[in-house]
């Protein structure tokens, strides 16, 4: 059906929005605030996002024929769900920001000695616009095929080093009690929220039976493997994850039985760059459709290329330097962006409870 | 209107060409009857014997007009033999091989179904050998093609549909499907499409695939084609519509999935787990062969570090002194290799096959001792260069799709190779033809269509048709369980 996505579709929209950089840069971040009770942090960060995910799909799966704009109208009225939306949308946009310049710093540090910043903007933003113009069958059927590729390379690189994880490396945890792990998963609160994207496929999505329960399991599957990856990150590296950036590279590297054969690197690079530029497209996707919707614009074309221009300049403007924009984001945009999440997370709730109470009084 | 006015009328409407033959000959009762057809369209043996020679015994009376049905209903032993009156019908008649009896003082003429094309017998067709499996192949005659799917499809539900395209060659065309399966709305998109087509001449079915894809300058193949009557019956059977053009060999089936191209008619007549080791195999084939030089590039150029340190030394020392840029190597060498390609396509095959040995052997022996290219280069384009015909109905695409990754590779690295290949399958994740999205079963994902996906099941597995070509009937195989019930 055209202008519909399937539910597997929706699934890896699901596991896209929990994977992106919680197996690259997230796993270092976190670190650098939680020390030994990272993976703990990590884990809070994860199951915030499967939150999200479990009441957005409740919410779609009660509304497969309504768009989020219809519904959050039908509540809040016009203007009430285009603050909603727009507050989203320029969430999303900041997260899109800051995943390319993640994934330029990454391929920089990973593969090249000197890359200009056009040869990484503009393929990316090629790709990111084209997906996101092209509607959402081909936003689906291209990221349906790319998880394939992502899961297998996750896989691989996880058995790399399965064998040779030493698994006291960080024990004992909650040294200093839990709030490492919260100030941790502040810290990182740009890292969640990224399950918001689904809002925006509400009333796009052939509904399945059973399909939240689905949706959870498989995004509890993608979260079982991406603490799998970390821990084995943080108990291969031990104290000197302080010197580290990107943890896919190092568990892919990271084992002496194979090095005659070379590593993985290659593998985790190819994984990364498409899982970070999918996460990207769903974003544009979103915040363009937001601004089409707001602006009553016929196409998605002026607002991914505005938002192009600006991603670009701010760029610029940061001297497309990651440590930069982590400061910058740590000390100004943590305390605004977990205030989005758990406001969503609480709208979302009470969303959801209002509606089984209506159903309620009426078969009553 | 006497039978000279009418012969001449009719020879002006030929411009008076020679290959029109008119054979004046007479009743047993002296009247002036003629017939016209067009040399070498006919078979005039059968013709003289079965229609002439009849008619010439034959008195037609006072009154030809009354006479004449009776002439044409148990005298001349055609199978088809009809009535014409309508000017426009006796041209197109006379150019579709009918011969024509036109009988002095009688208003209506006779069409006579004798036609006689030269054509050749089916044999195996070259573009699709099978070690399993039947070796019939279509042919360039219409008829012949379709008497070779009859053959496989002896029900009532498969249709045969006629249609004529082409102002000049009046080419034609015919379209067949299974009536209980495929779906009507896509018989119909198909069917407008045809009607739509202007041209002044259809030579091939290609001219008709140039037409009903939806994509009209995509690089790849939106229409499905096939020599082969057991691949086209099997396919029909799936609920897809097979259009026959009358003078190619080649058949068309819509809707067409990339994946038909993974498939080959041997994978159905094997072990499943054979055929599951061949897909695969084509895939990876496919896959390096368009990334393989560019990923070497790329390699040589950007990311020697991540080459594994022995493997490294190798290439080093091989392309120590080489004077051009891995770059520039790769690209010289696909481009020789192209030439070679085309030129022992052109040549003679006696040439042909000493131009490979030439090329292959000498050339790239005495350029690698030379020091113009490098062993790991030559080895690079060899592999893909084989790899590229696992998939022959592709090839072309698999070439030009190599050049433009080898140019990314150069370019950017690793990363243009990788944004390369997301481009290229959001690229086709984007195409749909005939409600039908051109990577399915993969994008979309269907389940139920993995059993003749990248993993072969038997065909006693296979009991619904599969999802990603619309049908109306679901239900392939009855289930013996359902059987034992009843």
Not at chain 1, 44 to 50: C, E, K
Not at chain 2, 197 to 209: E, N, R, T
């Amino acid at each position: 059906m055209q202008g519909k996505i399937t539910a597997f579709e929706y699934y890896m929209f699901a596991m896209y929005a929990i994977l992106t950089s919680k197996v690259l840069t997230l796993p270092c971040v976190i670190y650098n605030v939680a020390g030994h009770d990272a993976i703990i942090s990590l884990i809070f960060n994860l199951l915030l996002d499967i939150l999200l995910i479990f009441f957005i799909t409740l919410l779609i799966v009660k509304n497969p024929e309504t768009t989020i704009f219809e519904f959050l109208t039908k509540k809040i009225t016009k203007v009430g769900a285009y603050i909603v939306i727009s507050i989203i949308a320029i969430f999303l946009f900041l997260k899109t920001l800051w995943i390319l310049e993640e994934t330029y710093e990454f391929l920089i540090h990973s593969l090249f000695e000197e890359f200009s910043t056009i040869s990484f903007f503009l393929p990316a933003f090629f790709i990111a616009g084209y997906m996101a113009i092209k509607g959402v069958n081909t936003l689906g059927r291209s990221l349906e095929i790319f998880a394939f590729f992502v899961a297998i390379g996750l896989v691989l690189c996880f058995i790399n080093t399965a064998g040779i994880i030493p698994l006291d490396t960080n024990l004992p945890y909650f040294r200093n009690g839990i709030m490492e792990s919260l100030q941790g998963t502040l810290s990182s609160s740009l890292y969640i929220g990224n399950p918001l994207v689904l809002l925006f496929f509400m009333g796009k999505v052939k509904i399945v039976k059973k399909m939240t329960l689905k949706t959870v399991l498989s995004s509890v599957v993608i979260m079982i493997f991406v603490i799998l990856n970390d821990f084995s990150f943080y108990n291969l590296m031990g104290n000197s994850v302080i010197y580290s950036s990107y943890a896919l590279n190092h568990i892919s590297q990271f084992n002496p039985y194979v090095s005659d054969l070379g590593h993985l690197t290659w593998l985790s690079i190819a994984i990364s760059t498409v899982n970070l530029l999918s996460q990207v497209s769903l974003m544009v996707y979103c915040y363009s459709e937001s601004a089409r919707k707001i602006f009553k614009l016929k196409m998605r074309t002026i607002p991914i290329l505005c938002s192009f221009v600006i991603i670009y300049i701010v760029c610029l403007l940061l001297h497309f330097n990651l440590t930069d924009f982590e400061y910058i984001i740590v000390n100004y945009f943590s305390y605004p962006s977990i205030i989005i999440i758990l406001s969503m997370l609480l709208i979302l709730i009470i969303l959801n409870i209002s509606r089984r109470k209506k159903n309620e009084t009426i078969s009553n | 209107m006497d039978i000279e006015s009418k012969i001449k009328e009719i020879e002006k409407e030929f411009y008076n060409t020679t290959d029109l033959i008119v054979r004046k000959f007479e009743s047993s009762d002296k009247i002036i009857c003629a017939m016209l057809y067009l040399d070498n369209a006919v078979d005039k043996l059968l013709l003289s014997q079965c229609a002439i020679e009849k008619v010439q015994r034959f008195s037609f009376g006072e009154n030809p007009n009354k006479t004449i049905t009776e002439c044409q209903q148990n005298l001349i032993a055609f199978a088809q033999v009809e009535k014409v009156t309508d000017k426009q019908d006796i041209i197109d008649s006379i150019i579709n091989g009918f011969a024509i009896l036109i009988v002095n003082d009688c208003e209506m003429m006779t069409k006579i179904g004798c036609s006689k094309w030269v054509t050749r017998y089916p044999s195996e067709p070259p573009t699709s050998a099978v070690i399993q499996g039947p070796r019939e192949g279509f042919v360039e005659d219409i008829n012949s093609n379709i008497s070779l799917i009859r053959k496989r499809m002896r029900s009532n539900e498969f249709v045969v549909e006629d249609m004529t395209l082409g102002q000049e060659t009046n080419t034609q065309i015919k379209i067949c499907y299974l009536h209980n399966v495929a779906k009507p709305t896509i018989i119909q998109e198909i069917k407008e499409k045809l009607k739509k087509i202007k041209i002044d001449g259809i030579v091939d079915s290609s001219y008709i695939a140039a037409f009903l894809g939806h994509n009209r300058h995509s690089l790849f193949k939106q229409i499905g084609t096939s020599e082969k009557p057991d691949m086209i019956a099997a396919k029909v059977l799936e609920g897809r519509v097979a259009i026959f053009v009358d003078g190619s060999p080649i058949v068309l089936t819509i809707p067409f999935l990339l994946f038909e191209d993974l498939q080959s008619s041997d994978d159905y007549y094997s072990v499943p787990a054979k055929a599951t080791f061949l897909r695969w195999l084509r895939l990876f084939g496919a896959i390096l062969a368009i990334m393989l030089p560019g990923i070497y590039v790329s390699l040589l150029i950007y990311h020697y570090q991540i080459i594994p340190i022995k493997f490294l030394i190798t290439i080093a020392n091989a392309i120590e002194g080489i004077p051009l840029p891995p770059f520039l190597e790769i690209l010289f060498i696909i481009f020789l290799f192209e030439i070679l390609y085309e030129a022992s396509l052109r040549m003679p095959r006696y040439l042909g096959l000493a131009l490979s040995i030439v090329g292959a052997l000498i050339l790239g022996d005495t350029a690698v001792k030379a020091g113009l290219i490098s062993p790991p280069a030559v080895l690079i384009i060899a592999i893909t260069g084989v790899m590229s015909y696992t998939i022959p109905e592709q090839s072309a695409q698999i070439t030009l799709l190599r050049l433009i990754f080898t140019f990314i590779g150069g370019a950017l690295g690793l990363f243009g190779i990788t944004a390369g290949s997301m481009v290229l399958i959001v690229y086709l994740s984007n195409m749909n033809n005939y409600q039908t999205p051109y990577l399915a079963p993969f994008g979309p994902f269907i389940p139920a269509d993995q059993k003749d996906g990248l993993i072969k099941s038997p065909i006693t597995s296979q009991i619904n048709r599969p999802e990603s070509i619309p049908n109306i009937n679901k239900r392939r195989l009855k289930d013996a369980r359902e059987d034992n019930s009843i």
